[in-house]
């Protein structure tokens, strides 16, 4: 039997920021929290649970600039991914573009947490001394990398 994909957290926060194209604010959290479903997104903006800048925000479908900074507070029961993925978004014969998820640096592994090379070494099966990054992004940013 399988592990579940997701598993109940409690007193979960998340921080990051908005990619630099910005977003509807419902989809970012969606990105960050993917393994939950519309009620427990709908649940986090009724509990006031997301921040934009600091301030409360209740209306999901509120669009966010690039750059702005997120604050996500989950229920307990929310569902949470328990590693990130990548996604896989081009790959020629000697590169790759992935989305990196926010909270994984693009540099080593720091702090005890993972880094975005280990991530995309597994999900394309290459050894992690293998990936070369052409530029970084900071541990709060998603985007393409």
């Given at each position: 039997?399988?592990?579940?994909?997701?598993?109940?957290?409690a007193d979960l926060q998340l921080v990051f920021r908005a990619p630099g194209h910005g977003g509807v604010l419902r989809d970012l959290v969606?990105?960050?929290?993917?393994?939950?479903?519309?009620?427990?997104?709908?649940r986090a903006f009724a509990s006031g649970g997301?921040?934009?800048a600091g301030a409360r925000?209740?209306?999901?479908?509120?669009?966010?600039?690039?750059?702005?900074?997120?604050d996500l507070r989950a229920s307990e029961g929310t569902r949470a991914a328990?590693?990130?993925?990548?996604a896989l978004l081009q790959r020629g014969a000697d590169?790759?573009?992935?989305?990196?998820?926010?909270?994984?640096?693009?540099g080593p592994a720091s702090r005890g947490r993972g880094s975005a090379r280990e991530l995309v070494a597994t999900a394309i099966g290459l050894p992690p001394a293998a990936i070369r990054p052409v530029h970084e992004?900071?541990?709060d940013v998603a985007g393409a990398w």
């Open positions: 039997m399988r592990a579940p994909l997701s598993a109940p957290v969606s990105r960050a929290l993917p393994r939950a479903d519309s009620h427990e997104i709908a997301v921040r934009v925000v209740r209306e999901p479908g509120q669009r966010v600039a690039g750059g702005a900074r997120i328990r590693r990130a993925a990548v590169f790759c573009v992935v989305a990196k998820p926010a909270g994984w640096s693009s992004l900071a541990e």
